[in-house]
């Protein structure tokens, strides 16, 4: 049973920084490439970052690039999100998520996810 379970949110306040990271309960998690998304009342849960297998390719969505960035640890089976000049619309649950083979901003190629920790920006 593969179990993600992500840490690090907090409230902070804009401009703030915060890293994020997900700890994987897999054998090898470098089979797997690893995604990040966030979600607010009312929207759909939408593409943050990924992560290829090797760590080699990297995907942000456009409002996240230049403030984002994604990278893993696969001796620590751990995938980490670093997150600068936050900003309010930053506000949101974030999930990690894994699947099998290449990097994915698509929500629905992802079949586990973590429970999600909250991140507050405040103005």
């Known amino acids: 049973q593969v179990q993600l379970e992500e840490s690090g949110g907090g409230l902070v306040q804009a401009g703030d920084s915060l890293r994020l990271s997900c700890a994987a309960s897999?054998?090898?998690?470098?089979?797997?490439?690893m995604g990040w998304f966030r979600q607010t009342p009312g929207k759909e849960r939408e593409f943050v970052a990924a992560i290829s297998r090797s760590g080699g390719s990297t995907d942000y969505a456009d409002s996240v690039k230049g403030r984002f960035t994604i990278s893993r640890d696969n001796a620590k089976n751990t995938v980490y999100l670093q997150m600068n000049s936050l900003k309010p619309e930053d506000t949101a649950v974030y999930y990690c998520a894994l699947k099998f083979l290449s990097i994915s901003s698509l929500r629905g190629e992802y079949p586990y996810w973590g429970q999600g920790t909250q991140v507050t920006v405040s103005s």
């Open positions: 897999v054998r090898t998690i470098s089979l797997f490439s």
